[in-house]
DNA sequence: CTGAAAGCGCTTACAG
DNA sequence: CTGAAAGCGCTTACAG
């Protein structure tokens, strides 16, 4: 049933209406300065009066420039994303590209689909956010869309993911997982614990394994059945604090997100453990709910938004790449109130 | 320094390597059957070798059809629209959809420039997602713009909010906020409080109106000066909070979105106020953080994420258009732990 | 400052 | 089942 509509103006149009050339046309919508003034008022009302709007496929078929940015996300309900995209958005936003974002739900497959559906609107930039997956078969087929990107001179740029070797003129804005974990391991250890429980992320993801090896660098002499496994969503936060919980030797638990953390505090809550006085918990990212747990979350914070920003700056043309093509950002400690003294 | 690049390969480049005409890989790409099974994999073949990514404008420009839906969202870090972000972009990807998340920041300008973005992109659907803004301009705008969309016989989706009456053919999913606000404020009464002190957000948005509207049928008899503003920030919240708890005739607090209610809560707590023991506070969305407040909120839960997968069926004309043009989801009460009898 | 013409890379009747 | 040709709506040298 969509059934007769309305052809919209084209540049056609307009020029005939202005009784002039498409090539003026096309002048006045660019902004260049070889057209007269009156003729460019003539061209504005004929725009105005046909409320032309021009097409920007034609436009980018015509020019080779696309006006488009991609960003790539795993989850945008997860704060970490959702931060990062927001910088990400105020610079395209000022550069006049259209940030075109698009959700994986971490699924590789659809990470790569996405891909080429940005290949295909030839997009000026693309910017990977979050974790990679370490699968080789994924990251060949990665790598190969990625440098169809670099070969057509579009912009490149990973975001709070590792640089890729094969790939060395995308810029990588990182992020210090590894000193982050290590700094709030330390500070557990300086409480006194020595028997600090880990929750991992999806085993396979750069974020992950980075501050897993924050853990383990810190946690010198670690038990291996310290480490739980997690995959960075609430649910499995809890589970994986409740099985900790069942070793009476654990005295702090750390988990590689807040949103885990939230979950094993809850499980913590549920075993009728007092936090901090029986157990700390801390988390990483300092996302904004970290303030409103019970109690108030020990937890690392990364520039997410900052991070963003730069990526989007980067990938609009606005700044350029970094010479060394990464840029690394710091993880600050933050110490609320989940985190206290051993008491034996 | 963008120097020389690789021109990609084009549909024409596929044609001269498998030997067949143009018109030949088209319908290899368009999945058509007018092509024998040998043809087609020499064409097959020849896409692989060279690599060859289908220019999504040229389609567009010749097809009349993008394959792009656009969403437009006030806030990306704010789980409301995050969640129902997720809903979409599920099913566009069913779809082969490109679901195109732009991102205003709330500012009513920033709507319009994206709008015109998409419409330049020519897209086939077009999702606005929360609150409208009550602007006479603005509103005008808007719905000159979407009209634009329609004529084109591209589907406008409004989701989590209102139908506008001058844009009968667009397809309206909204929520009861003002069900939802009344049954939170008569969980309240039932509970002895009279004094109900209510957190409302931006004045201009529909969310807020319908939300507070709901408060002030269910508050009747309320005091004006019961009434703060806020922002839906949590900020806000804790500032609107802190002016209510100076009133001491005030027994609860409801805000009109969780982020507020959590300020609340903190400024409650900061004040030394035990809840719900001296207040109650309640909030609204039920996002995933009201769980581990402390203690977890009491809320009124919204279908966020079907009512964003419905609306990306909808704009991917996977799903008909609602018969009335709007579909009415629901909005249940979640009693938690911030909520109790008033203590005279 | 302005216009005519070619070209961007596809799809789609139309013929065969 | 396949191809030649026109056309989608712009931009961009090239001339003037």
Sequence with gaps: MRGDFVRP????????????????????????NLVSR?????????????????????????????????VIV??????FFAHIVAGVQDQTFLAGQLALVCSTGSDPLREIRQLEHLRRLRADGVIL?????????????????????????????????????????????????????????????ALGHKRIGYITGPPLRSTSR???????IAARDHDPGLIEQGTFTRESGWLAG???????????????????????LAAARASGRDVPGQVSVAGFDDIEFCQDTHPPLTTVRLPLREAGALAGRIACGLDEPPPTGVVRLGAELVVRDTTGPVRE
């Design 210 to 216: 980075e501050r897993l090896h924050g853990y383990r």
């Design 9 to 32: 103006a084209t540049l056609t149009d307009v020029a005939n209406r202005a009784g002039v050339s498409a090539a003026t046309v096309s002048r006045v919508l660019n902004r260049s």
């Design 129 to 189: 956010v979050g974790g990679s997956v370490r699968d080789a078969d994924h990251q060949l087929t990665l790598t190969r869309l990625l440098s169809g990107f670099h070969n057509r001179g579009a912009r490149v740029v990973l975001c709070g993911r590792p640089p890729i070797p094969d790939l060395p003129k995308a810029s990588a804005i990182t992020f210090d997982n590894t000193g982050g974990t290590m700094r709030l391991v330390e500070h557990l250890t």
């Design 242 to 264: 409740h099985k900790l919980l069942q070793r009476n030797d654990v005295t702090a638990i750390v988990a590689a997100n807040d949103v885990m953390a939230a979950g094993a």
């Design 38 to 70: 009156a003729t460019r008022e003539r061209v504005e009302r004929a725009i105005h009066e046909l409320e032309y709007v021009v097409n920007g496929h034609a436009r980018a078929l015509a020019a080779a420039a696309s006006e488009v940015i991609g």
């Design 74 to 79: 795993g989850d945008m309900s997860d704060p």
